[in-house]
């Protein structure tokens, strides 16, 4: 297994710019969710989903969104980048009632 | 939103000593998991507690989910270099969705 993976690992965009960050996991985990991580904020949850055709928003969804056509892929499209959201993203997955298990994380910069 | 106390917000011991942190919180949980994240990772996940009064130990760490089920506590026994890290603390609301509520960490150095 190889668990929760993310894409890119790095990335610097201009402010404006969209992008996609990719998540998938092989563990066959309904519930996918995407959190930033800011010095000093923890964990902020952004998007998840409780299974394939089924998203909702977290605590900070705006200027993001997400889709879910596969139990295994939870993308996350940031729609025009600003310095705002110059973070670190992490994905997590895991079965309903169980632990969450994180992917290694997108460090994005957006300038 | 929800919110998870978590406590000491550092942390600065010597190899070898006994640490203890904690995560307290006025709702009540059905969930409580505890993680290690070290620069450049993602959290990875040390334990995972169900029940109230739920003991469990992953080599020289336990964590013991709350009596009350508001709080949950984290001890490492003989501390070593390598515990270096944010310990966060996880929990999900009793009767609430599959949302994970986080503690903003506890950053522990160890000194050699």
């Known amino acids: 297994n190889a668990g929760v993976t993310q894409t890119p690992k790095f990335q610097v965009l201009k402010t404006g710019q969209s992008m996609t960050l990719q998540c998938a996991q092989d563990?066959?985990?309904?519930?996918m969710s995407w959190y930033r991580q800011d010095p000093g904020m923890g964990l902020r949850l952004i998007h998840y989903?409780?299974?394939?055709?089924?998203?909702d928003q977290g605590e900070v969804p705006n200027g993001y969104n997400v889709s879910r056509s596969t139990t295994e892929d939870f993308p996350l499209r940031l729609l025009s980048a600003a310095p705002s959201q110059t973070s670190v993203y992490f994905c997590?997955?895991?079965?309903?009632?169980?632990?969450?298990?994180f992917g290694p994380g997108t460090r994005l910069t957006v300038t | 939103g929800q919110q998870l106390n978590q406590s000491p917000q550092s942390m600065f011991i010597q190899e070898g000593e006994d640490v203890s942190m904690n995560c307290t919180s006025s709702?009540?949980?059905?969930?409580w998991l505890w993680y290690k994240q070290e620069p450049g990772e993602g959290p990875v996940l040390l334990i995972a507690l169900y029940k109230a009064g739920e003991l469990t130990s992953n080599g020289r760490l336990t964590a013991q989910f709350g009596i009350t089920r508001k709080d949950s506590f984290l001890n490492i026994s003989a501390s070593i270099p390598s515990d270096v890290g944010i310990y966060f603390c996880?929990?999900?609301?009793?009767?609430?969705?599959?949302?994970?509520?986080f503690g903003k960490g506890t950053k522990l150095t160890v000194n050699p």
């Open positions: 989903s409780v299974g394939a055709g089924i998203t």
């Open positions: 709702s009540i949980f059905n969930t």
């Open positions: 563990m066959n985990h309904e519930y």
């Open positions: 996880a929990g999900r609301v009793q009767g609430g969705s599959e949302k994970l509520v």
């Open positions: 997590a997955s895991s079965y309903f009632g169980y632990e969450q298990y």
